[in-house]
Each structure stands twice: as C-alpha cells, then as structure tokens.
C-alpha cells in the first residue's frame, strides 16, 4: 500500500496563497485530515515559521502544538544548518530548535540542504534522532551535467549513514520525468533498502504521471495536496492519486473518497478567504522550466522585482541569465537560498548590462564556500573575478556549521533582557528572526496589516540585502529575493 503525505497545510498554501493560511483556518480540518490515514500532514517548517509572526500575528510554536493534538504525524520541513531562516546557524542553536520542535509535537523532519552537502545536514539529523523523531534525508533532485542517478544513489547511501530513517526525492521545481522517476526510486530502493517518500511539483505538468510511476516503482509514501490547493506550482491532487492507485495491485492507498470530498469542499471555502494572494498564473502549466528550473514561488519573486523597478520587459532575459549564473556557480539545485542567490545575481547581471559587474555579497560567500561545497567545482577563474586575486585565502573547506560560535546563551540572555522571553520557545523565535520575533513578542504591528500585499517593502530578514543598479541613469534597488 502507498501512503500519501497531505501537504495542504504547508507546501500547497505555500505554493498557492503566499503561507498566509491562519491557524484557525486549520483547525476545523484536522478531525477530517486524521480520519483519512495519512501516512504525515506536512504542517510546520519550511516559510510557515517567518509567516506567522511576519504576516499573520500569529505564533509559529502555538500552531505546531495545535496540529499536533491528532493522531496522524505532523512533518515539517528544515532547511539543515538553516533551520527555517536563511541563513546558516550554530550547531547549539539547531539543537535547540529541534528539541523544542519535538517537543511541541512535530514526529517527522524532512531534512536537506540545498547544495545536497550532506554536512550541513549532519546538527540536525543527529538532533532529531537523539530526541526521538523520526529524520528523513532529503535529496534536492535537479538536471545538470553532474546531477544523474548515481550521484543521487550516493548522496542517498550517506544519507542513511548519518542514521537517516527514511529518504525523500523532493523535486522542487517539478521537472523530474516519469521514466526516470521509476529509475531512481527503484535503484535507490535497491541500494539502500530503505523507504521512499516521492515529492514534485505539478509546475511542469508531470507531476502526477511521475507520482505515478513512483508508486510502481515502490515509493512508500508520495506527497499530495487536497485538490483546491493542488496543481499548478503545488503538489499533484489527493483525489486524482487515490483514484489512479485504486485496485492497483498492492499500491491502492484504501483512501475513502467520500471522506476527500468532504476536505475538498471544506478547503474550497478557504481558498475563497484568500483569493487575494492566488494567482491564475500559479496554476498555468510552464514549460519553460525545463530550462530555467527555477521554483514556482521563485518566478513571482522574479515578476515582483521587475515590476517595483518597471522593466518587466527584461523579465525574458533574466530567465535566460539563470542557467548562465547557476553554471558558473557549479549548477547549484535552485531551492532555499540558492534560488534566491542564482535569481537576485541573475536580476544584478541583466539590469546592469554586464556579468558580475556588481557581484552579490551572497555570490561572494557562495564562492567562499560558507554555503557549502557546489556539485560541480567552481574554476579558479571565476572565483578570481568574484574573489579577487587573493581569493585562495579565502576559500573555506571546513564545514560551514563548524565556524559559527556558540550563541545560544548570549541570545537567550539578549532576549530576557528586552523582555520577550515568556517561554523557552521565544528565545529560538528570536535567535532565527530576531527583528520580526521582538516586534511580534512585544504585540507591535509588523505591518499595517495581515493582508499588506506591498510584499516589496517586507525583505525577507537574515538574507535581505539591497543592492543598487542603475540602468538609463536612473538608480533602482534590487533585494535578496
């Protein structure tokens, strides 16, 4: 039998409505979500941490404890050594957040690193294993000159040798295809003996043929979203899966459709609430991500800045310098912050009317090697011209993790004393997002409102930086994306 993962409570609203879904929005739904028999409810982690305190007035550790009063496990997505932030943090912090995130009653962590180096994911594996949860290694699957089966096959064998309990194919931008979906989840399978969770995107439309192929293949569990939060840069349909798998030999799910229809219509009522942060455009299959590879979300961020600066006209060649930039920074897989760094360098190049003309302070730690190490060696001359001529001493081959001091008793003693410390769970609040946690600890309006849809004037912390291009003699700013 196939397990599915219900991502309406995380990736799918993430994908589709901006992360703006309230808790209270969730609650009704969890007696109808546990009785289905999920294999998890993917509900925490990922943008939903900054989101709550950032957007929705709401506090990101109060929900976890909420979902989790039901029966079926409540998984979450952590960024390794980022956490749910942006950027890397000390190894004492990630323990900390991992305690107190089982504690709060998340069973299962999806664990990756978007450079697939498995050394920024070592804190947190260990983490969750010693406090009893479950951890599943995450490969971040993407195309590229260095990325084929085999260097997925080994990426999943360390995985299990960090004491990974189960392996996940997360498939960002919705562009693995189904013939070699059955490759990998079989090989992988084969090689490791361990069980698969399948994730994609329907960005491509492929999405539910690969979902597909991977339960023939013997994927374990494949991640879904209820249908009025599915398709489009989301997950493929519940209903659709459960029905393509019924009587499928030993893979039908055994999922009620009548109990599904009653969450579909219970989310189409939600989706309604939130009508303002969907877009159509979300839902249009793009082929052109075959090309680019860039993540749904990562798209809109792209139209966003083009438009605060009304040159919406280059949007076309920015997509084209994507692959250019990733390229020279040995084909990064463009997920969480490297979609980001590809993207925002990307807009710099274009605007400007010059490759690294004006180079990024994230390009330049990337190339340092504080992100980690690129799949494909980066040439020595390209790190001269982001670097400069004395870039060897510059160069990290340490682990990332190990160069962050400990920081965890100077933070919390930082946060006691303005005040914001009510429980134990605050001082981690502050540590990952310290402005937006104190504004939201001391009750204080982030902005004006919930629904401020200016998302140009809320940088995302941590990793937002302004840079200035100047294009026709006119000075634009462009942020971190």
């Given amino acids: 039998m196939v397990e599915l993962v219900e991502t309406v409570l995380r990736d799918a609203q993430q994908s589709l409505i901006a992360t703006r879904m309230k808790t209270e929005d969730m609650i009704p739904a969890l007696d109808a979500l546990n009785s289905i028999g999920y294999r998890a409810l993917e509900a925490w982690g990922g943008a939903t941490f900054d989101s709550c305190m950032r957007y929705l007035n709401e506090d990101p550790w109060e929900r ?7 029966d079926t496990p409540i998984q979450m ?66 195309i ?4 084929n089966i085999d260097y997925f096959v080994d990426v999943a064998k360390k995985l299990k040798g960090l004491g990974c309990d189960t392996i996940c194919i997360k498939d960002m931008a919705g562009i693995i295809r189904p013939s070699l979906t059955y490759e990998l989840v079989e090989k992988i399978k084969d090689e490791t003996k361990m069980r698969i969770n399948f994730h994609t995107h329907s960005t491509s439309g492929m999405a539910i043929a690969s979902a597909l192929k991977a339960a023939e293949a013997g ?20 209903e659709s899966l459960v029905e393509a798998l019924r009587g ?4 039908d799910t055994g ?15 939600v989706l309604e609430k939130y009508k303002e942060y969907y877009s159509d455009k979300s839902l249009m299959i793009d082929s052109e991500v075959f090309l680019h590879q860039i993540p749904g979300g990562m798209l809109s961020n792209l139209v966003m800045q083009l438009k605060n600066m009304k040159k919406l006209e280059l949007y076309e060649k920015v997509l084209e310098e994507v692959p250019v930039v990733r390229k020279d920074l040995g084909y990064p897989p463009l997920v969480t912050p490297t979609s980001q ?52 001493d510059m160069i990290v081959n340490e682990r990332p993790g190990a160069l962050i001091p400990p920081k965890l008793k100077e933070i919390r003693e930082e946060a006691e004393s303005k005040g914001l410390v009510k429980k134990e769970e605050d001082v981690i609040s502050y540590a990952l997002y310290p402005e937006i ?37 006119k000075t634009y700013e462009v942020e971190l994306l």
């Fill in 64 to 70: 976890l404890k909420k979902l989790s009063a039901i």
């Fill in 248 to 251: 499928y030999a030993d893979r």
């Fill in 144 to 147: 590229s000159p260095a990325h």
């Fill in 219 to 238: 994927a374990d569990f494949i991640d879904t979203a209820i249908s009025p939060f599915s398709g489009g840069t989301s997950q493929p349909p519940t």
């Fill in 255 to 269: 999922y009620d459709m009548k109990k599904l229809i009653e969450l579909k219509r219970y989310f189409s009522k």
């Fill in 341 to 392: 760094i590809v993207g925002t360098q990307a807009v710099m190049n274009v605007i400007n009317g010059e490759r690294y003309k004006m180079v990024i302070k994230e390009v330049k730690d990337y190339v340092r090697g504080l992100y980690g190490k690129s799949p494909v060696e980066i040439s020595d001359e390209f790190k001269e011209k982001i670097l400069g001529k004395n870039w060897k």
């Fill in 437 to 473: 946690a104190e504004s939201f600890l001391k009750g204080v309006p982030i902005s004006q409102s919930q629904n401020n849809k200016d998302e140009g004037k809320n940088k995302k912390e941590n990793t937002a930086r302004r840079y200035k291009a100047t294009v026709d003699g």
């Fill in 77 to 142: 997505l952590e960024r390794g050594q980022n956490i749910v932030g942006y950027k890397a943090y000390g190894d004492d912090i990630v323990k900390e957040f991992i305690r107190l995130a089982v504690k709060n009653g998340c069973k299962i962590f999806r664990i990756f690193d978007a450079l697939n180096d498995i050394r920024n994911m070592e804190s947190s594996i260990k983490a969750v294993k010693e406090y009893g949860a479950e951890a599943q290694g995450a490969l971040c699957y993407t």
